[in-house]
């Protein structure tokens, strides 16, 4: 349901070679990096773990991640980017990115997700502990151009679910 009963639609799609610069345009909007053309490669190759979020058809967030083969054959999904544009947090837009991301890895074979987060961004620290993440690392001097240069590693452990 929509603000004051009207509906609006939040939907999600896959990243084409068609809509990708609607990912680069949601990057350069919120975040503070450039992305090289590997980031979008790997956003592309992860397949369904790459969504743009639409909300009434205006692209207004996105998730991208690489998939990472472990030994054994696990995989191990790694989240670059989830971002939503700033006049549309709060509507549940992050978070069914992120659900769409932890449904997804549940059925397929996941063993773990994981992130980089800013260490002073407590607004999306909070925000993944909320889904289960843990902070299981922190790294010092990650990021070249924002002070402080570190960030945390937050992984989730996923169980699977049977098919």
């Not at 990057?27 to 450039?34: E, K, L, M, Q, S």
């Not at 070249?144 to 570190?150: A, G, R, Y």
């Amino acid at each position: 349901m929509g603000v004051g009963g009207r509906e609006v639609a939040i939907s999600l799609d896959g990243v084409r070679d068609k809509n990708m610069m609607q990912l680069k345009k949601i990057n350069t909007a919120i975040f503070p990096v450039r992305y090289n053309d590997k980031y979008y490669t790997d956003a592309i190759a992860s397949g369904d773990f790459t969504k743009l979020a639409y909300y009434s058809d205006i692209c207004v967030g996105s998730i991208a991640c690489r998939l990472e083969k472990k030994e054994g054959g696990a995989v191990r999904v790694y989240i670059m980017t989830l971002g939503v544009l700033a006049p549309y947090r709060g509507l549940g837009i992050g978070k069914m990115l992120l659900n769409h991301i932890l449904n997804l890895s549940a059925k397929q074979n996941v063993s773990e997700i994981y992130l980089h987060v800013h260490t002073i961004n407590e607004d999306a620290l909070n925000f993944y502990k909320k889904f289960g993440f843990e902070v299981t690392d922190k790294i010092q001097n990650y990021y070249t151009n924002i002070t402080p240069p570190d960030c945390f590693v937050l992984t989730k452990f996923i169980t699977q679910t049977k098919k």
